[in-house]
């Protein structure tokens, strides 16, 4: 049962351009959205979040839309860079149990963006 | 860069031996996370910690066992590794909502 999905396993962008990575949840209990950029050989890194209470949330290049009619979120990256080229995973998390969050992640998706 | 480190990184082992990953952490985080990475699964928990002596099941914790005997290390222990435990294996740290994960570990179980 994947409660995260990412459907699209790739995507391809020119250099410039806006890139969107899109992320659909079943479960309606999450409360708390992630998104992860990972390169080869390298650990996740954290790039930003959102809360269920928001609609939107901005950090310079990129920007995370959360529709939870929908139980949808998208990760825009504006202008997309080289350095983007990455695998991204969306991830959710709802409550805490004994204080710790328990992430569920989506299969990711590899951005490339081209020159 | 959340102070983690991970040992080994990369190891190769034999069906049936006894592995163990190491997670370090040098910032005195109370949570700690142990996960898996494998092609078209994303990152699955494998166990948790909310403190030393303290940790949890996540979703695939079967054939694995933890331990935390101080706060600044995490151990993941395959008591009788299987070729399904190849992976990619993670650690991760935890402040407010996000976390924070170490450089991985690549273990091959032949």
């Known amino acids: 049962d994947q409660q995260v999905k990412q459907n699209s396993p790739s995507l391809s962008v020119q250099e410039g351009r806006i890139s969107i990575l899109n992320c659909d949840y079943t479960n309606s209990m999450f409360d708390y959205f992630l998104w992860y950029k990972k390169y080869p050989a390298e650990g996740p890194t954290f790039l930003i979040s959102i809360s269920s209470i928001k609609d939107k949330n901005e950090d310079g290049r990129f920007t995370v839309f959360l529709n939870k009619s929908a139980k949808h979120l998208s990760l825009h990256i504006v202008p997309s860079q080289p350095g983007d080229s990455a695998v991204y995973f969306c991830a959710a998390s709802w409550g805490r149990i004994q204080g710790a969050q328990k992430l569920v992640f989506g299969q990711g998706t590899r951005l490339t963006i081209n020159p | 860069d959340a102070g983690i480190t991970q040992s080994p990184r990369h190891k190769v082992t034999e069906t049936g031996t006894p592995v163990t990953l190491r997670c370090h952490q040098t910032?005195?985080?109370?949570?700690m996370y142990w996960y898996r990475q494998d092609p078209g699964h994303g990152l699955r928990l494998i166990h948790y910690s909310y403190g030393v002596k303290d940790t949890d099941k996540g979703e695939v914790s079967d054939g694995y066992s933890v331990s935390r005997s101080k706060t600044e290390d995490f151990l993941l222990t395959l008591e009788s590794a299987t070729s399904s435990q190849t992976s990619v294996y993670f650690c991760?740290?935890?402040?407010?909502?996000?976390?924070?994960f170490g450089p991985g570990t690549r273990l091959l179980v032949l």
């Open positions: 991760a740290i935890s402040t407010k909502n996000t976390q924070y």
């Open positions: 910032e005195n985080h109370r949570y």
